[in-house]
């Protein structure tokens, strides 16, 4: 390879590290530690972004991934919903399934990063809606749970959600977390007449997502949070018992508009 074809490579270069705020190193490189080895494809999508002006397209194993987290998600609804009108279990043993079901995808999803971090990313984020489900199921659908305990429920679920964010650092388990959340009201129609127990969860999810999109510095998170939830609450309190409050549902629009 020609000198100025050398010189023109070390240039390119420079100008990468310059954007992405790296410092040219002045030693020789230390072996990669795992950390460095999962940040791999994260930073080479940025380098790649920076040079061709052009996003990455996700490859079949985001893909699957995404389907994967879809088909959890989608199965413990219908597993709710199928086997309370079909009276198989108790609603109990039905939310205790549910339960255990979603704390199996979050720990699976941890011990699945020490091999394959962008894979395993997408697996505590049906995990987290899985919670989220469990309680909304428990509280609006089967009427079980007390107001006390979902507020418990719903604020330690929402931590679980912000410490697994920051251990994935992933935009995949944001985006994930926040379709899974928003879809359930819409499968599993509250039973409750009173529409602030619905307004409960729409307003805890929203700042739950706003918080991981300012985490996550990225507009994407925050704009599907928002979109759903305008579009998911709408739907769910058409459907709700408490259909004819539409005072009260016009109100709590605007202020999530707002």
Same mark, same amino acid.
């Given at each position: 390879?020609?000198?100025?074809?050398?010189?023109?490579?070390?240039?390119?270069?420079?100008?990468?590290?310059?954007?992405?705020?790296?410092?040219?190193? !002045?030693?020789?490189?230390?072996?990669?530690?795992?950390?460095?080895?999962?940040?791999?494809?994260?930073? $080479?999508?940025? &380098?790649?972004?920076?040079?061709?002006?052009?996003?990455? !397209?996700?490859?079949?194993?985001?893909?699957?991934?995404?389907?994967?987290?879809?088909?959890?998600?989608?199965?413990?609804?219908?597993?709710?919903?199928?086997?309370?009108?079909?009276?198989?279990?108790?609603?109990?043993?039905?939310?205790?399934?549910?339960?255990?079901? $979603?704390?199996?995808?979050?720990?699976?999803?941890?011990?699945?990063?020490?091999?394959?971090?962008?894979?395993?990313?997408?697996?505590?984020?049906? $995990?987290?809606? &899985?919670?989220?489900?469990? &309680?909304?199921?428990?509280?609006?659908?089967?009427?079980?749970?007390?107001?006390?305990?979902?507020?418990?429920?719903?604020?330690? !679920?929402?931590?679980?959600?912000?410490?697994?964010?920051?251990?994935?650092?992933?935009?995949?388990?944001?985006?994930?977390?926040?379709?899974?959340?928003?879809?359930?009201?819409?499968?599993?129609?509250?039973?409750?007449?009173?529409?602030?127990?619905?307004?409960?969860?729409?307003?805890?999810?929203?700042?739950?997502?706003?918080?991981?999109?300012?985490?996550?510095?990225?507009?994407?998170?925050?704009?599907?949070?928002?979109?759903?939830?305008?579009?998911?609450?709408?739907?769910?309190?058409?459907?709700?018992?408490?259909?004819?409050?539409?005072?009260?549902?016009?109100?709590?629009?605007?202020?999530?508009?707002?």
């Amino acid at each position: 390879m020609s000198e100025p074809r050398l010189e023109e490579m070390e240039r390119r270069l420079a100008r990468i590290e310059a954007r992405l705020g790296m410092q040219p190193e !002045t030693h020789p490189p230390a072996a990669a530690s795992d950390a460095d080895a999962a940040a791999a494809p994260a930073l $080479g999508d940025r &380098i790649a972004t920076l040079t061709t002006g052009r996003i990455p !397209t996700p490859g079949p194993t985001s893909v699957m991934a995404a389907g994967a987290a879809a088909a959890f998600l989608l199965a413990a609804v219908y597993f709710i919903k199928l086997v309370y009108d079909a009276g198989w279990l108790t609603p109990e043993r039905q939310l205790a399934v549910a339960l255990l079901a $979603g704390i199996g995808l979050i720990l699976g999803g941890l011990a699945l990063a020490r091999h394959d971090r962008a894979y395993a990313a997408w697996l505590p984020a049906p $995990g987290v809606a &899985i919670l989220f489900l469990t &309680i909304y199921a428990g509280h609006l659908w089967h009427e079980l749970l007390p107001l006390h305990m979902v507020l418990a429920g719903v604020g330690v !679920t929402s931590l679980v959600a912000i410490a697994l964010h920051r251990h994935f650092a992933r935009s995949v388990y944001a985006l994930a977390a926040v379709a899974g959340a928003y879809s359930f009201p819409i499968l599993l129609p509250s039973q409750s007449s009173d529409l602030i127990e619905v307004v409960l969860y729409f307003a805890a999810w929203s700042l739950l997502f706003s918080w991981l999109s300012l985490q996550e510095g990225s507009r994407l998170v925050y704009l599907t949070a928002l979109w759903l939830a305008l579009l998911g609450f709408d739907l769910a309190w058409r459907i709700s018992e408490a259909s004819d409050m539409w005072r009260l549902a016009a109100g709590y629009h605007f202020a999530q508009f707002l």
